[in-house]
């Protein structure tokens, strides 16, 4: 698309915007003449632009100012020479004395009579092939008068009367209704040209008009949103949490987007699109994305924090109310979440390294410091079940470590320590069992080991039944393992005195290694995860 200011028709051919069509005929041929010889100079040229004149352009040129709907605008946007004054502006142009032009039209602009418009669209259009030029010392002043013409209704009425008197050509009263829009596009594309080297050139022409031309959208927002919608699509199909861990590669994707994302907006912004309807619904569906990953590996993955970091960059580009208190939200969950890990770490490290006896004296001492936080006190609460829960169940196993290997004595009192310590941190109070139910659930299995007094053999069954039916019983896993722990130091205890007195009466028995340890130390790690589960 050309501009309407280089390659202006009437610039092109060195005539004002209102000589006749005659004139426009006998220097079309005058230049395509001279350009046979090689002769570049051109009687009245502006001397604004650099313009290569061959036939082709010239041809142009005429075909332009022979339709209707082109000459206006190549009309509209060059000088109008209606009198003396602009008779001598556009002399002092062809002289190169363009600070005189500028200061007649300046002087001439002043009142306000319609006819200082005129002087002023004169100014301005002198002002815009300046600043086309790489003279951006005009822009700001160009703005300005472009914007009071522009704004005045009874200005384009007036044009409306004057390109009718001066043109023959019949052209409907709705064309003139759209002009002034029209206009705006047209100087839009003009001002992204003078943006090559400098985009906040339109940047400012933006702040102005908020109007985007043809050549800005091609070239500017269409790519940029095809762009961004292309990344954040690449977002939408990530799983993080799918296998288990938010992996290097994983994270290097996801901050490949971003960087992409950011540098889709940049340009955006650059040109001053930024705050486009465009360019916001794609900064909320970017910063909706970004969110969906954060609460991913935040819930799943318990890597909170790399998803606070993300909700920050969310928050740094989200466009509407709406998504950004979603995001706001999100955040201050976060905070709150890693303020309650803090609070927690030393009870991590107890967990990590098995000492969970250790850890349940910590998670009581931080539920008196923090007995008012409900969120903290909800989180201990939890911590309490598993680590009372693997207590009991290290115990089991480092009894089943004894028995395998008849150390009865130890094993034993490994299995008895089992109900000591449930009772010692009062488990009944710590899951809310029902105390009578449980006691019931227990003398019945205390009634089934009395069985293995005749045959000791049928251990095994015993237990496998006893954990069919606790984990049928209790659908907490934390619940079933004390339950089981419980049922396992009453089965044991019982069974070890039998089999000691069988194996110390030369009848060798064996019992098969139950594996009640079944959760195994990965457990440890999962709760770590799990108990940090919340989000909005």
Known sequence: MKNVFSHNAFNVLGLESNAPFKDIQRKAKEIIRNSEIDED???????????????????????SLSSPKTKIFDYFFWFDASDKDDEKA???????????????????????????????????????????GGQKDFLEESLINWKE??????????????????????????????????VREKLSDAYFDASVKDESVFAEFNNCFKAKGKNVKTKV????????????DALAVMNPSEDGVFSGDEAREVADCIKKIKEQLNKLVDYGL????????????????????????????????????????????????????????DIKTLKEVLKQKEIIAPIDLLFEEGRFEESIEEINKLKKQHNKNKEVA??????????????????????????????????????????????KYDYLKVFDFDEE????????????????????????????????????????????????????????????????????????????????????????????????RKTS
């Open 437 to 532: 139910g449980l006691k019931n659930y227990l003398s019945g299995i205390e009634t089934r080991v009395q069985l293995l007094k005749r045959d000791v053999s049928l251990v095994d069954t015993l237990l496998e039944d006893v954990r069919t039916a606790s984990k049928e019983a209790f659908s907490d896993q934390w619940e079933g393992l004390v339950v089981i722990s419980l049922a396992e130091s009453l089965i044991m205890r019982r069974a070890i005195r039998y089999v000691r007195k069988a194996n110390t009466a030369n009848t060798l028995i064996t019992i098969g290694n139950f594996p009640f340890f079944i959760y195994g130390i990965g457990i440890i790690f999962w709760i770590l995860g799990w108990i940090y």
């Open 41 to 63: 100079e051109v009687a009245g040229d502006f001397h604004l632009f650099d313009i290569k004149r061959d036939p082709l352009i010239i041809e142009e040129s005429l075909s």
């Open 221 to 232: 927002v269409d790519p940029a949103i095809n762009q961004l919608n292309l990344t954040i």
């Open 378 to 423: 909800k989180y201990l609460g939890i911590r309490l079940k598993g680590a009372l829960s693997l207590a009991l169940a290290s115990l089991g196993k480092a009894g089943w470590d004894d028995f395998n290997s008849k150390r009865w004595a130890s094993a034993e009192r490994n299995f008895l320590e089992i109900e000591n310590v449930a009772l």
């Open 90 to 132: 556009i002399t002092s142009i062809r002289a190169k004395e363009i600070e005189k032009a500028i200061s007649i039209w300046s002087k001439k602009s002043k009142d306000s009579k319609i006819d200082s418009l005129f002087k002023k669209k004169n100014l301005a259009i002198l002002m815009t092939s300046l600043v086309l």
């Open 149 to 182: 013409i522009l704004d005045s209704d009874a200005f384009f009425k007036a044009f409306e009367k004057v390109y009718r008197l001066n043109n023959d050509e019949d052209i409907d009263d709705s064309f003139f209704d759209s002009l002034s829009d029209q």
């Open 274 to 329: 930024y705050e486009e309807s465009e360019t916001k619904v794609a900064r909320d569906r970017a910063a909706s994305e970004i969110r969906k990953v954060t609460l991913d590996i935040h819930n799943n993955l318990d890597e909170t924090d790399k998803a606070f970091e993300l909700l920050k960059i969310a928050l740094a580009i989200v466009a509407t109310s709406s998504v950004r208190r979603l995001i706001e939200d």
